[in-house]
């Protein structure tokens, strides 16, 4: 019962480098979503993708790709990592049928430092 | 546009003591609500979820909510704390703007600990 699988779990970059952060789910999930989380913020949402072709931005996009791959894979690309990045990111993702109840499963989430 | 105050960034409670979380919401059309729970270096679990029907809602680990349309509120509650209940929880309400998608506008968080 794999559910929402994020990779890497850690990753230390240095400013103005480029990494994607993989994110999978086995639930065949509608929806997927990216979210960061800082001390004291909860979670801001980045981008999600309602369905498969759709990815749409959220409250904090800025400095920030994604790429909806298949019903399964939603990935997020950092193209030139900055300190104010670092953070936890979370992948979820959700069956998103009407009405608009059904709940978010999470992965693990990625820990990025960047120096 | 729906928004989520959760009263409280610490609780603090001793192992045994009634746990209580607060959260209030604004939403304009009847809210689905939601609480989660993360514990350290995990993500978000679902603790329990309020669509409609009862106002009373059970969740897991031991855990109800209340929903009171007239206050707005939707606070989470277990009679007796455990020190395992020691981390971090989430309200959140639905986007109710995005009907083809289950976004969620999440609460700042409580951090529960449990002293023993």
């Known amino acids: ?31 997927m979503y990216w979210y960061r989380q800082d001390p004291g913020m909860g979670l801001r949402l980045i981008y999600y993708s309602a369905s498969e072709g759709t990815t749409d931005k959220g409250e904090v996009p800025n400095g920030y790709n994604v790429s909806r791959l298949n019903k399964r894979e939603f ?7 900055a300190p104010s990045q670092t953070s936890v990111y979370f992948c979820a ?3 998103a049928q009407a009405p608009p109840n059904q709940p978010q499963h999470f992965g693990d989430g990625t820990r990025l430092s960047i120096l | 546009a729906q928004s989520v105050t959760q009263l409280g960034s610490h609780v603090s409670v001793s192992e045994g003591a009634l746990v209580l979380l607060r ?13 989660y729970v993360q514990y350290p270096n995990q993500g978000l679990q679902l603790l329990l979820k309020y ?18 349309k007239s206050e707005t509120s939707f606070h989470l509650t277990k009679p007796s704390a455990h020190m395992s209940d020691a981390a971090e929880y989430f309200c959140a309400v639905s986007d109710t703007g995005s009907s083809n998608t289950d ?13 023993p």
Request: hydrophobic share 35%; aromatic share 10%; charged share 15%.
């Open chain 1, 93 to 95: 993702s959700s069956r």
């Open chain 2, 51 to 68: 669509t409609t029907g009862a106002t009373l809602v059970k969740g897991i680990n031991g855990f109800e909510a209340e929903f009171k």
């Open chain 2, 103 to 115: 976004k969620l506008i999440f609460g700042q968080g409580t951090t529960l600990q449990v002293k």
């Open chain 2, 23 to 35: 959260c209030n919401y604004s939403s304009s059309v009847p809210p689905y609500l939601f609480w």
């Open chain 1, 75 to 81: 990935s997020l690309r950092l193209e030139s990592a």
């Open chain 1, 1 to 31: 019962n794999a559910g929402v699988t994020q990779t890497p779990k850690f990753q230390v970059l240095k400013t103005g480098q480029s990494m994607t952060l993989q994110c999978a789910q086995d639930m065949n999930h509608n929806s």
